[in-house]
């Protein structure tokens, strides 16, 4: 079995790179296992080569290094195909799915060596306009932030959580929390202006932000949560809550929806963000894919939500 190593360079910190590369080669070389490493020089590369070994047919391993991003691009890559698994080497600040599997999710997916013998596991995707999933589909204000935050990170003294910060205050304050909408899960339509529309597969998303928190990735379920139009004070006064998978305690605010397919559109043009994926559209349909993706993780780690 080969293990390709596809690297985002421009996450993480000055240097990260270099040290992974030499962790790699120390750990592969010392198993004695056949392994890549491939830099990208743009956006694209990760999945195109990941493409590429999924569809020679043999036996691979896909090491997304980078952020939620990457790991998109990977997953995109290798969806469908039985020869190829995927994992995620946290490199970056952005890993929310890799939260699934506990507090200590970084340290063990830096674990090569446990990660080259781990088992694996075949988790949904979900289909959002032809674009894959793995995570979290939002396509509310908290997708504009999201959306705007690369914008901020190139003002000086603004990275990180400063400019998530940044881009934050400026959506709710300035540009305006809900759009007008309309959504449908199965026989319900809602039909007015939506200030949070969320779909999740996994559980994280928006560094720390757990909508669902029994959601599963791979129940063959999708969970929507929607926040109608609401004043500022209320969406401050419910966020805690939403953040932190409490939808239930605000039945008359928080809609809430299981279900295979969901869609929502508007007259104006709509921001969706997919696993950090950008995408712009009147009209979107989020839907359980047919295919799915082998996921590998640390031995002894449980991705499973509490009670589940």
Known sequence: MKH???INPAAGKR???DALCRQITETFAGLGLDYEIFLAAAPGDCERRARSAAESGEPVRLYACGGDGTL???VNAAAGFDNAAV????KGTGNDFLKLFGPTYRTAFSDLAALASGPQAAF???????????DVCCAGVDARIAADVHKYKALPFLNGMAAYSASLVVNVLFKGLSRPTVVRAGDAVLDGEST?????NGRHYGGGFMPVGDAQPDDGVLDMVVVPKVGRLTFFRLLGAYATGRYREHPEVISHF???SFSFSSPQELTAVVDGEVLRARAFTVSLSPKKVWFFYPAGLNYHAPGA
């Open 4 to 6: 390709l190593f596809l």
């Open 15 to 17: 240097g990260s790179t």
């Open 72 to 74: 998109n691009e990977v």
């Open 87 to 90: 994992t995620n080497v946290p």
């Open 124 to 134: 949904d995707l979900m289909d959002c306009n032809g674009r894959l999933g793995i």
């Open 196 to 200: 949070i529309i969320c779909i999740c």
């Open 258 to 260: 299981h279900g295979t």
